[in-house]
T-cell receptor, first 113, second 117 residues
Framework: AQSVTQLDSHVSVSEGTPVLLRCNYSSSYSPSLFWYVQHPNKGLQLLLKYTSAATLVKGINGFEAEFKKSETSFHLTKPSAHMSDAAEYFCVVSEPLGGKLIFGQGTELSVKP | ETGVTQTPRHLVMGMTNKKSLKCEQHLGHNAMYWYKQSAKKPLELMFV???????ENNSVPSRFSPECPNSSHLFLHLHTLQPEDSALYLC????????????????FGPGTRLTVL
């Protein structure tokens, strides 16, 4: 069975400092992994996805994530936080057949001025 | 914009009411999904349709009734709901569920915030 664990329910950073949102996964297959962002009162927007190509994946808005099979991790990073990055972030693993997505609990990112 | 629209954006209903949520996608996709997002819980997949055929019902109570008249539209009919059904209901679409296309990205609508009194 596949599962996703987001290690922090809430992360707070200052504007201009790096962002690290942690995600560990469990999968019996070669997983497809995603990060989605949800701003208040909005739907989910895809930030980036990993599909067994390059292990370092670049996404929108300056975010990137690195797939580390040995650590079963897919942490999301950004070198410099912006106020507009404040949102909820979801790490997601896709089942190999049927396209079902397994969502993590979410990490709320706060950005202080 | 994601290309997936949902109406209404907010809905308040009593437990005896009947209402419907509507989702429309303008992306040419063939798979559509309903999710429930409750506070402090991960997103829960409710239903999946592929080429208008239901392929997944994730043990959803019968007071939720989905309908997919064509690949662009998805409805969720609601009747005799309970207060615990209050949540954000999200619709999503993806290219299709052909075997091996498990990496197809799902595109989400903005959701309908449902409150059951």
């Amino acid at each position: 069975a596949q599962s996703v664990t987001q290690l922090d329910s809430h992360v707070s950073v200052s504007e201009g400092t790096p962002v690290l949102l942690r995600c560990n996964y469990s999968s019996s297959y070669s997983p497809s992994l995603f990060w989605y962002v949800q701003h208040p009162n909005k739907g989910l927007q895809l930030l980036l996805k990993y599909t067994s190509a390059a292990t370092l994946v670049k996404g929108i808005n300056g975010f990137e994530a690195e797939f580390k099979k040995s650590e079963t991790s897919f942490h999301l990073t950004k070198p410099s936080a912006h106020m507009s990055d404040a949102a909820e972030y979801f790490c997601v693993v896709s089942e190999p057949l049927g396209g079902k997505l397994i969502f993590g609990q979410g990490t709320e990112l706060s950005v202080k001025p | 914009e994601t290309g997936v629209t949902q109406t209404p954006r907010h809905l308040v209903m009593g437990m005896t009411n009947k209402k419907s949520l509507k989702c429309e996608q303008h992306l040419g996709h063939n798979a559509m999904y309903w999710y429930k997002q409750s506070a402090k819980k991960p997103l829960e997949l409710m239903f999946v349709y592929n080429f208008k055929e239901q392929t997944e019902n994730n043990s959803v109570p019968s007071r939720f009734s989905p309908e997919c008249p064509n690949s662009s539209h998805l409805f969720l009919h609601l009747h005799t709901l309970q207060p615990e059904d209050s949540a954000l209901y999200l619709c999503a679409s993806s290219q299709d569920l052909t075997s091996g296309h498990s990496t197809d990205t799902q595109y989400f609508g903005p959701g309908t915030r449902l409150t059951v009194l």
